[in-house]
C-alpha cells in the first residue's frame, strides 16, 4: 500500500501564495501520475491539476494560470505551487497518485489532505 503525505498547507491572505508538497512510501513519482484534488465544505471533491510521468500536465480552469504543478523523481515529491490564491481556493487539499504513467480514470492512492484557507 502507498501513503501519501501533503505537507505546506496554512492560511494566507487573498493574493498571497502557497506551496504544497506531497511524499510517497514508495517511489511511484518517478514511474506514475499524479495530482492534486480539492474539496471544500459542502461541495464534492474536484482535480486541481496532474502531472504524467513525462510532465504533461493539466489544470483545473479555475487555476489555469496561477497554479503550477511539478514533480521531483530524485526527491520521490510532487509540489504544487499556488499563487494569487483567492478565498474560492479554501478547501482541503489532497494528493493523489494513479498506479500508472497516465491519469486515467480515479486514482488508486491518495493521501489525507492539508488544509489551506485563503482570507479576504
Known amino acids: 500500500q502507498v501513503h501519501l503525505v501533503e505537507t505546506g498547507g496554512g492560511s494566507v491572505h487573498a493574493g498571497g501564495s502557497l506551496t504544497l508538497s506531497c511524499t510517497a512510501s514508495?517511489?511511484?513519482?518517478?514511474?506514475?501520475?499524479a495530482g492534486w484534488y480539492r474539496q471544500a465544505p459542502g461541495r464534492q471533491r474536484d482535480m486541481v491539476a496532474t502531472?504524467?510521468?513525462?510532465?504533461?500536465?493539466d489544470y483545473a480552469k479555475s487555476v489555469k494560470g496561477r497554479f503550477s504543478i511539478d514533480r521531483d523523481a530524485a526527491k520521490n515529491t510532487v509540489t504544487l505551487q499556488m499563487d494569487n490564491l483567492n478565498p474560492e481556493d479554501t478547501a482541503l487539499y489532497y494528493c493523489?497518485?494513479?498506479?500508472?504513467?497516465?491519469?486515467?480514470?480515479?486514482?488508486?492512492?491518495w493521501g489525507r489532505g492539508a488544509q489551506v484557507t485563503v482570507s479576504s
Open positions: 502531472i504524467t510521468s513525462s510532465h504533461r500536465t
Open positions: 514508495e517511489n511511484v513519482f518517478s514511474m506514475y501520475a
Open positions: 493523489a497518485s494513479w498506479r500508472g504513467s497516465y491519469v486515467v480514470g480515479q486514482p488508486e492512492y
